[in-house]
């Protein structure tokens, strides 16, 4: 019996390799094809995908409608599907554009996709070496251009990020941000090498809206508690250094981004708050919140960014 589960345990084993193997395989040759062709061509594609993939997907479809009929009440049903399939055409958008960044995006070229909007006093911060700097974002238009765009421009970065299932892709895709400037941590394990960027004056870049569990703070989110990680406000408090919230909206639905700062918070904005922890996560929280307002499409509403409720609270549907 025990040889029998030991077998049927290496045949799973294998078979996840092979899997593994061959979805890379497909992503490469993929991404090989698609070079073949401007990006923006590729873009009306991604479109049509996302399309496609929201009509079959229900459970995700009617995830994104609940989402976006809570945050905006105001709206129709058929204005929250419209929004939602926009919504998932975009993260189509998003994965086609992963793979042209390092080609399009160069010291050289920058200038041509990426338009830079009030982001002076966030240049400024970088340039001043004697403090470091978080950088913070959210599931909103094209997250990996803000942080690519400043290693281009000679600010090295560090991301933390969850490691991605396929450990393939996971490598390639890493590999190829390192090479440009911009390090990527794994968010299991990354405390030490955390404490030695923000040590050396470093930017730290987060994606800051997940739902962070039962040990995250509740604070408003759409009007609504949403857990959020207490480990961006500590890092900040213990080191005295600002919080940068910025962003890289989509333009006209091309290979084009608006980079801008929704806010920026300053030690002094928290020194003397009764709840300084609080007041962090729940300010950058309401940035988030902001940039979505200004172009809801542009979010990812699929995920369950209000799966943890506070204690006594009863989770809807399809949360």
Partial sequence: MLRLKASLFMAKRTRSTLVDRLVYLCVRLTSLGMHWWPVNVN????????????QID???????????????????REQCDRIGLQSLQHMFML??????????????TWRKYVQIDNFRQTLQLLMDSRRGLILLTGHYGN?????????????????????????LINDWVFEVRRRHGQNVLDKNGATEAVSRVLNQHGVLGFVADQNA?????????FGRKAS??????????????????????RLDNKFCFRVAAQDIIYPEDWRDQPDPLRYITQ?????????????????????????????????????
């Fill in 43 to 54: 873009l009306v594609t991604a479109r049509l995908g996302g399309w496609l993939y929201y």
């Fill in 58 to 76: 229900r459970r995700h479809r009617e995830r994104a409608i609940a989402n976006l009929q809570n945050c905006f009440p105001h709206l129709t």
């Fill in 95 to 108: 994965g086609v554009e992963m793979l042209f960044t390092t080609r399009l995006i160069r010291i050289d």
């Fill in 143 to 167: 997250w990996e251009i803000l942080g690519y765009t400043l290693a281009t421009l000679g600010f090295e970065t560090t991301s933390i990020a969850r490691r991605l299932d396929n450990p």
């Fill in 213 to 221: 569990g039962r040990k995250g703070i509740f604070v408003d989110f």
């Fill in 228 to 249: 959020t990680y207490k480990s961006i406000g500590l890092l900040a408090m213990e080191y005295e250094i600002p919080v940068v919230i910025g962003y890289a909206r």
């Fill in 283 to 319: 300010r950058y929280i309401k940035a988030i919140e902001d940039m979505v307002r200004d172009d809801p499409t542009q979010y990812l509403w699929m995920h369950r960014r209000w799966k943890t409720r506070p204690k006594g609270e009863v989770a809807m549907k399809y949360d």
